[in-house]
């Protein structure tokens, strides 16, 4: 038989091979070297002679100044090294891991809800460090960007701290406020390994139908841009190894002043849709909080899924490279957002072609790579996208990763371990969720007295975590429920705060077995949890259930306090006059307690509107004076609160 054969003729010369001494020392020599190197690569320690010239080059020494790194850098990267760098793919649309340096992706991110299967710091931990060393075995080991929404608190992982939402933070209407918030939220970001946020949003609401009016801080550029820079602040803290994480001004621009009903997107209203293309409002109120906050050391700059006009904001020239990096100055990259550069063009050559001119630097494609790869490599061959182009695209996202001492990273930082979801953490949303609050209306019911001797709680947001975290909470639509841990409702923020010989009653649905008339009615109601154009909705108001339990409450209540647990003003204007005392308490997260602090009176109520609240639905949208489109005023104005 043929493999006997075979065997024979190498046993005999394996045999001759082990007579003669110097070669069975040579042999076994090749065995423990082979042996030496699997090893060495498998646990890293493992040098080539590359690596061992890479250690050398003066892109690697974080003594050396960031140009000097980068074009150092620059001079040894092939162009399909460029092109992967400009890709920021989402991480469960990487096919293989080998890819990352295969293609030199430059930077990965975790759309909402975009967990590990561990969803815990733990495995998120482990999740971005895989990510990370897998782009350090690319030929010039260039390491990744990973990207995520922390919006209100590192809110993508269970057991984060959850702060309020911008819309409340807007209220609290605090420079110093926020700034804590964000150093705070960019502590349990390093916790998790990761240097990227896609925050602060920037955008400005003149329509409360749209769907993420509660991710902005006001509709008053001023304020827009105060706290966006003292957010920033809070997120890039500067040491000596760079600053901590990159933050990302969004969405560039005129995002918030979309027409009703001209969305690109079937499913929504007014998201993803048209701003008109009115040059004084461009300067005057779409642009002062981005030039503020660039002013401050913004590095990144996400562009919004919004028409201007008939032209795509990703496709504009005019705005990106005109007036976004030459008129302001911007030095830092621009990224597109989820699958935008493909709504520019049904065909993605074109697409790309047209975003990339239009001076768009990293793309959030987010799915498909190597079309994207493909599309641009073509492009340059022929003559469509100029290589200037590719390296100025290139330079803008290495001195961000520079400037972050990314290629000096060593992963998350453990110390910060103990601040994630921690006690000072907690305690410091408690006072934001009080400090957020809005007194709308007061006949003297609030605060509560000491001596009160029954009081009772209904409505659907009452003891529901979810609908006070809102969406960009573990998922990206949120959860309705209580599913967050070491979260506290507002219902059991009142129930730990309620004054000893107080009886304090619950029921969801208002319906109280006890007949007798309680001293205080507090109705807790608002929205369920929505994210995006999902969230569009073409007439805000309570819902008829939340109306019933009002109605049973004051039935059985001498007076009644209304607390709205929502994304933005909802239309209340029939109703109000029959409430005792209302509170916007807007999105607060994760600590219900900031709540019952305001309502016993331990803490002041200070917030106020920060945009204004309609009267009727026909005012929308409002003018930037604060009247209503029907040239009437509101029911609230903007900055009001008692
Ligand atoms: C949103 C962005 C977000 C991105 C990544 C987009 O759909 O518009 O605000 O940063 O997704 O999750
Ligand atoms: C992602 C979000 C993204 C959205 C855009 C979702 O699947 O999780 O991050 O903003 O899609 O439509």
Known sequence: MKTSKYSKVLRKHLSKLLSCRLCTVALLFICIYGAFLIYSYQYGTYH????????????????????????????????????????????NSIESIHDIPRYGIG????GGGGKPADNSLHGWQKMVKTFMESSRQSRLQIPILYGIDAIHGHANIPGATVFPHFIGLGASDSEDLV??????TAHEILA??????????????????????YETFSDDPEIVGILGAAYLAGLQQESASGISVLGTLKHYVGVGSMQWGSSSNPLYHI???????????????????????????????????????????SASKYLITDVLKNELGF????VSDWYGVYEIHDDTYEATVQALNAGVDLIMLPYDYKTFIRDVEKAVENGDVSEERINDAVERILYSKFRLGLFEDMGPVLENETLFGSE???????????????????????????????IRVAGSSADNVGRQAGAWTVEWQGADGNFLPGATS????????????????????????????????????????????????????????????????????SQIVVVIVSGRPLIITDQVASWDALIAAWLPGSEGAGVSSALFGDTPFTGSLPLPWPRTIDQLPFGIDGTGADGTAPLFPRYYGL
Request: proline share 6%; charged share 25%.
């Open 192 to 213: 998790s390994g990761i240097r990227w946020s896609f925050s602060p949003t920037l955008d400005m609401p003149s329509d409360i139908r749209w769907g993420r009016t």
């Open 179 to 184: 700034e804590r918030i964000a150093q705070a």
């Open 424 to 454: 000072t953490h907690r305690a410091l949303a408690r006072e934001a969720v009080a400090r957020s609050l809005v007194l709308l209306k007061n006949s003297g019911v609030l605060p509560i007295p000491s001596g009160t001797r029954h």
């Open 271 to 313: 998201d993803q849709g048209t701003t008109e293309p009115n040059e004084a409002m461009l300067r005057s109120q779409y642009l002062p909080p981005f030039e503020k906050v660039i002013e401050s050391g913004a590095l990144s700059i996400m562009v919004g899924l919004n028409s201007w006009g008939d032209t795509k904001v």
């Open 490 to 557: 507002i219902l059991k923020g009142i129930e730990e705060r309620v004054p000893e010989g107080t009886l304090l009653e619950y029921e969801k649905d208002g319906n109280f077995i006890t007949k007798s008339i309680a001293d205080i009615g507090i109705a807790i109601v608002g929205e369920a949890p929505y994210a995006e154009g999902w969230g569009d909705n073409p007439y805000p108001s309570l819902s008829p259930e939340d109306l019933e339990v009002i109605s049973k409450l004051k039935a059985n209540s």
């Open 331 to 334: 030095k830092g990259f621009v």
């Open 107 to 110: 930077a990965l991110l975790s």
């Open 48 to 91: 080539s002679v590359r690596d061992l010239e890479l250690m050398n080059a003066p892109y690697k020494n974080p003594g050396n100044a960031i140009d000097i790194r980068i074009s150092d850098l620059m001079s040894r990267m092939t162009l399909q090294e460029k092109i992967g760098q400009m890709a920021l793919v989402e991480k």
